[in-house]
């Protein structure tokens, strides 16, 4: 199995080194982005989302009402992607490709990426080392 891991960044946060189509992106680990439907994979700034959208990397999916922490709830613009983790180190995929739903967030909000994604990487497992504050995801 391969192993790979995310130091935790100086204000806590875990931003992984993420394909979204061919894009490498670096998207915010977020274990409260969840879908009850298993689809939402990821919530990216419309800026990318855009750009994947126009080239080709992903496929608009219509539209979704999403609830923000103030209990607001807005449509926002969704599409599928592959999606693949990168080795951070080099760069190279690991793990499976997986397709996810995408939800266009709305600007000034950082990209994440939730647990369906993890949910889709079959026969991954991921290891959160709280006492290092490593993320680490092991793929075969």
């Not at 599409?79 to 760069?91: C, E, I, Q």
């Given at each position: 199995m391969?192993?790979?891991?995310?130091?935790?960044?100086?204000?806590?946060r875990?931003?992984?080194?993420?394909?979204?189509?061919?894009?490498?992106?670096?998207?915010?680990l977020?274990t409260?982005l969840?879908?009850?439907?298993?689809?939402?994979?990821?919530?990216?700034d419309?800026?990318?989302?855009d750009?994947?959208?126009?080239?080709?990397?992903?496929l608009?999916?219509?539209?979704?009402?999403?609830?923000?922490?103030?209990?607001?709830?807005?449509?926002?613009t969704?599409?599928?992607?592959?999606?693949?983790?990168?080795?951070?180190?080099?760069?190279s995929?690991?793990?499976?490709?997986?397709r996810?739903?995408?939800?266009?967030?709305?600007?000034?909000?950082?990209?994440?990426?939730g647990?369906?994604?993890?949910?889709?990487?079959?026969?991954?497992?991921?290891d959160?080392?709280f006492?290092?504050?490593?993320?680490?995801?092991e793929?075969?």
């Open positions: 391969t192993r790979v891991c995310w130091p935790a960044a100086p204000d806590g875990y931003i992984l080194d993420i394909a979204l189509g061919a894009t490498p992106c670096r998207l915010m977020d409260g969840v879908d009850p439907a298993g689809q939402v994979g990821f919530e990216i419309p800026a990318l989302f750009v994947l959208e126009r080239s080709g990397q992903l608009r999916a219509g539209r979704l009402p999403r609830s923000d922490s103030s209990g607001r709830t807005v449509r926002l969704t599409g599928f992607v592959v999606a693949r983790l990168l080795n951070p180190s080099s760069r995929p690991i793990g499976p490709a997986v996810c739903l995408a939800i266009r967030n709305v600007p000034g909000v950082v990209s994440r990426v647990v369906v994604f993890f949910h889709r990487l079959t026969g991954c497992r991921a959160w080392d006492d290092n504050r490593r993320w680490c995801v793929c075969p």
